[in-house]
């Protein structure tokens, strides 16, 4: 088994070669064809996120430790299954869940293992997709994805479910309704794609960069806003008469978290998914004056994940742009990523 490993947080990727895993139990060892590289792999590699006011997160505090195979939006070819494995076959290609849970805490008890105490998350806990290999600790965890790509079905993993919870978590909006998309990065286009399977409210858009706000409009956003322009938060407000009923942040910065609240109206809801990082202080009256929820959400469980894949497989959602790299280019994808040069996302193929 070829990897590509974090040796040093904060340094490239360096290659390393193991014996190729053997399934023990329920395992199931995938031979992986697509990797996708989401955003949030630049945090990982750096060892962890920033928390604002100089803290971080650490991920060795969390008992990840060197050498680290990043990557968790996985799809390959199950080429080995352990003697208690049940539900696939070798020679089946599926997408890796990687949202892994204890399996044993409450919220995994209610399926919620995306929200696990004590995560065994593929790529973000334990080894991941930039590797020719992965192991998967039960079968139940591989997506079916026929008619849809390989390239592309990848990144509904991450990118895919994170924008589909996210629309979830802005409530029950009416048809009558606004929904705000903030930042058109891959999480948000999906965002953008997925909203009209997931809610009835009208979706504006707001982001920094021409081009993107036309491609939302193209992609049935009904407004798009600048939110550098002085007069976006009275325009959004005339636009909705009088803010929206749900927002979500696909940014995550704390511009992005103030603009995203400015913009409620009463009894809204902002949901921030974006893992920019930062702080930023609010002033608190405001939440009863406007009985306004802010709230997080942090990918999706198994349940989402194949909601979301029925949906996808039965057409009608439009493909985010895909860009194929050799598994050796890691390290250039990544800087390329890093400098903002990506648009859409670069697939990994072993
Ligand atoms: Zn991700
Ligand atoms: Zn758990």
Known sequence: MKSWQVIEWGKSLELREYPDPEPKGKEVVVRITSSGICHS??????????LGDGNLARLEDRGVNTPYTPGHEILGTVV??????????????????????????????EEDDNLCVNPRFIGARVDGGY??????????????????PEELACT??????TAWTALNRAGNLRESDYLLLIGLGGVGYNGLYLAPHVQKAKVIVADIDEGKREAAMAAGAVEAFDPTDKNALDNIMKATGGGVAGAIDFVGAPSTFQFGMSTLRKNGTLVIVGLFGGAQ????????FMAMSVRGSYVGNLRDMNDMMKVIQAGGVPAIPIETRPLHDCNQALHELEHGKVTGRIILKP
């Open 41 to 50: 792999d630049l945090h990982i590699i750096s060892g962890g996120f920033d």
């Open 80 to 109: 080995a299954v352990g003697p208690d494995a049940d539900g696939v076959d070798v020679g089946d290609s599926r997408i890796v869940f990687p949202w892994i849970g204890c399996g044993e805490c409450g919220v995994c008890q």
């Open 131 to 148: 590797s020719d290999h992965v192991v998967v600790p039960d079968a139940k965890y591989l997506i079916p994805y026929d008619g849809v």
């Open 156 to 161: 509904y993993a991450c990118s895919g479910i």
């Open 281 to 288: 202080k609010v002033s608190i009256p405001m939440f009863p």
